[in-house]
């Protein structure tokens, strides 16, 4: 074949290929890789070339490249793309190599685990860097090399960094960021030098490592059964010491200055550890090895969310309840929900070592939990529903190494945005799922009132970036608003130097008043207004009351059901429960409380028998005290006799009012006559039908319309409590005990 033959064929090789003729310099193990997904895609037409003639038939005899080339201008200048996949200290001489045939419309790039070397070494071949000449890195590979070691899965779901040059051709950027995604990769842009200190860190320090251990290993004098001993985790940590050789004596001599600093900064903290045994400094360990499980733990968590190839699927769960249930027993409920998040909050932000008991430690909460180990702190736990945690006060969080997720939970993303206003750092927090819908503007604006800079892409939603504050006096008026909000305008007061001053409603506080004393902080109540000395939580040692839903579900079920003879042992009676308890009691409910004192709470045994109840009217002024037992209130109605009423629904917060209505609409499903008309609701008491309602995924909803379907003529069925069942996990057996007839059906 002449010379214009050849380049006839190559020419026409491109045809129907996306990517048209792309040339591998140093078919190894990344290499062939690269070749072997766009060969298999079809993308384009493969060709490799190596100074090894053994590599380029293995390739071609294991369909990883089409055809053998060689550097010369018959091929180089028929390329669409070049890909030089040698190691990084080979890839000068490659590029002299090319440079006299090379297109300025070819994409010429790299694979290098270093980019400022790849660089200098294109200045030196061309001057400056070609505009052609983009250079890149997969973040992905194994401890293999070699051709038969490509794998044309490598890249998938593995990031690629490009580091473009101010003079980098846009169109062929572009195509580089094409090429990446094609082989699965996510791409990022970084540029060069940010590139090689970070990889210096997260790649060439751990390799440094791992060789010079098993090298001293090998060489120490018990060699033989250092090695016949090993377990799992040195052969996990030493799995890249079979990495090639020449590969990384080249990275080292490549990246020098980045791989220095880290080795510097990684050398002092060994001694820092060297210390600690020396003296039997166990705290000093401990601190060490929590926050590093834990950033590890976050790290793996990220990495698992990027690499699942489908969302987790949630599988729609159903709950029926039959009639004729009689709950009988004695229970004791696991921790409320709400407290254990606060609980948790102030225990990380207090001075000293705080133990919680009958922690919640479900659904949301672990959330909080996470955020907080994230910034540092020791949180052990040292039972199912039982944390020993190691406070590092107000101020003594450390930037987390990533944003936080608050995933879906409300909760945490409130507790901890006041607490992260006050740090030092910036911080960004990130959410998932419906969370990020949700206009945030009442909790954005307690953060700014205490001079806190928010910063979000969309308006009040998140994700959402804190710079830090310069604290000023909080000042703030929040007649309605959840107790979420309220408890975050608390923690918001803590960072106010010189005193603070709330005008709330008092139910808003008065649970969180309870807590804020048991870590030696007084809220003080005067009429609407709520002061706050700020300081330190001192260490605190809590027994957590029961859950307040689950207590106020359990409660309105046994006076519902004839038969029933419940006794609750560690209800809150405190300023918050007790308006649902004292109007379930003004209606006929036989509830007889016995208070008593639990570790800072008031607790109190709640003896409840059915009794039936009478028709109520609810003025609007008692209806903000009951807003999160509303939905219980109205299935009493549903069984009371006669008409009740409930007034001034349309002043609460939209959320509860949402909730009512959606009640609203299951109890005229099932033959209950309810009007709603202005912000009043009127309900006549009757006996429900039974049958199949939704509770759109609010699991206090999902409650009320279980109880609902106590006395129902049907079996009532309540569809989407998977929320339910991840907020009250016990529900399960605390039914099965109390002899109800309460079950998940599919
Ligand atoms: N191994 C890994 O996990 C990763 C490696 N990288 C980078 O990818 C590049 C390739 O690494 P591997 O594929 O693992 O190595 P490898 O050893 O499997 O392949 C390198 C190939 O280059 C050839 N070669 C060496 N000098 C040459 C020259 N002057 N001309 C032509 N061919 C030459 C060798 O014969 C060999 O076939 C390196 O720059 C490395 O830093 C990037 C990401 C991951
Ligand atoms: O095998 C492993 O775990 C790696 O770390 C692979 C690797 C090696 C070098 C790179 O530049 C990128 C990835």
Not at 175 to 181: D, E, I, V
Not at 445 to 467: E, F, I, K, Q, W
Not at 516 to 531: E, Q, W
Not at 694 to 706: E, F, I, K, S, V
Request: net charge negative; hydrophobic share 45%.
């Amino acid at each position: 074949m002449n010379r214009n033959d050849s380049e006839n064929v190559l020419d026409s090789q491109r045809e129907g290929k996306p990517f048209g003729n792309v040339l591998i310099v140093g078919l190894g193990m990344i290499g062939g890789s690269f070749a072997k997904a766009l060969k298999e895609k079809g993308l384009a037409t493969l060709y490799g070339a190596d100074r090894r003639e053994g590599e380029l038939a293995l390739g071609v005899s294991t369909g990883v490249i089409d055809y053998p080339a060689a550097l010369t201008a018959e091929y180089i200048a028929h390329m669409d793309v070049i890909v030089l996949a040698t190691p990084v200290r080979a890839m000068e001489s490659v590029l002299l190599e090319i440079q006299p045939h090379l297109k300025d419309t070819t994409l010429l790039t790299d694979v290098g685990s270093t980019k400022g070397s790849v660089v200098s070494a294109a200045k030196k071949v061309f001057g400056e860097v070609p505009a052609n000449f983009i250079p890149s890195h997969p973040i992905a590979g194994a401890e293999k090399s070699g051709v038969l070691a490509a794998n044309s899965q490598l890249f998938e779901k593995h990031m690629a960094i490009v580091t473009p040059l101010v003079d980098s051709n846009p169109a062929l950027l572009d195509r580089l960021h094409q090429l990446w995604s094609a082989v699965g990769s996510d791409v990022v842009s970084m540029d060069v030098e940010h590139h090689d200190h970070v990889l210096a860190s997260s790649s060439h320090l751990p390799h440094l490592l791992a060789y010079t251990l098993v090298d001293a290993l090998a060489n120490s004098d018990r060699s033989q059964d250092v090695f016949k001993f090993a377990a799992g985790g040195f052969r996990d940590f030493t799995r890249i010491a079979s990495s090639d050789p020449v590969m990384w004596r080249d990275v080292f001599l490549s990246n020098k200055e980045a791989t220095l600093a880290t080795l510097d900064h990684f050398t002092e903290r060994l001694a820092v550890m060297r210390t600690a045994i020396e003296q039997s400094d166990g705290a000093s360990m401990f601190g060490v090895f929590t926050r590093a499980k834990s950033a590890r733990d976050h790290f793996l968590r990220l990495l698992e969310q990027r690499t699942s190839a489908v969302p987790k699927e949630v599988r729609p769960v159903s709950m029926s309840v039959a009639p004729a249930s009689s709950i009988k027993g004695l229970v004791s409920l696991s921790g409320d929900k709400s407290l254990s998040h606060k609980a948790i909050t102030l225990a990380c932000l207090a001075h000293g070592v705080s133990h919680l008991r009958n922690v919640d430690l479900t659904g949301d909460v672990r959330v909080t939990v996470q955020a907080f180990r994230d910034m540092g702190v020791v949180i052990e736990e040292v039972a199912a529903d039982q944390l020993r945690v190691h406070g590092v006060g107000l101020k003594g969080l450390k930037a987390p190494i990533a944003p936080i997720n608050v995933h879906q939970s409300s909760v945490s993303l409130h507790l901890l945005l006041p607490v992260l206003a006050g740090q030092d750092f910036p911080v960004t927090l990130v959410g998932e799922g419906a969370l990020l819908n949700q206009p945030m503007e009442a909790l954005f604006n307690l953060v700014r009132s205490m001079g806190g800079h928010v910063m979000t892409a969309t308006a009040d939603c998140l994700p959402v970036s804190l710079a830090p504050s310069t604290s000023q006096r909080v000042s703030l008026v929040l007649n309605s608003g959840s107790k979420r909000l309220h408890a975050a305008a608390l923690l918001a007061m803590l960072y106010s130097p010189e005193g603070a001053e709330l005008q709330a409603c008092k139910y808003g506080v008065s649970q969180v008043k309870a807590l804020f004393s048991c870590f030696g902080l007084d809220v003080s109540l005067n009429g609407s207004v709520v002061s706050l000395v700020p300081a330190t939580p001192q260490r605190a040692d809590i027994e957590l009351p029961g859950d307040v839903n689950q207590t106020a579900w359990l409660t309105l079920s046994a006076v519902l059901s004839p038969g029933s003879r419940l006794a609750i042992e560690n209800a809150f009676v405190g300023d918050m429960a007790s308006p649902y308890v004292s109007f379930l009691q003004s209606i006929g409910a036989n509830i007889r409380v016995t208070e008593q004192q639990l570790a800072g709470f008031e607790v109190g045994k709640l003896d409840v028998s059915f009794a039936p109840l009478s028709c109520f009217e609810l003025a609007a002024a008692d209806v903000y005290g009951l807003r999160n037992e509303l939905a219980f209130v109205c299935v009493a109605a549903a069984y009371a006799s006669g008409v009740s009423v409930i007034r001034g629904l349309s002043d609460l917060p939209y959320y509860y009012e949402d909730r009512i209505l959606s009640l609203v609409d299951a109890l005229t499903h099932f033959g209950i006559v309810c009007e709603y008309s202005s912000g009043n609701l009127s309900i006549t008491g009757g006996v429900p039908l039974g049958g199949e309602v939704d509770c759109a995924g609010d699991y206090r909803l999902a409650l009320a319309m279980l109880t609902l379907g106590l006395r129902s003529r049907e079996v009532t069925k309540v569809n989407d409590c998977q929320k339910l069942l991840e907020e009250f996990t016990e529900l399960g057996s605390v039914a099965a005990q109390l002899g109800f007839h309460c079950a998940v059906v599919q």
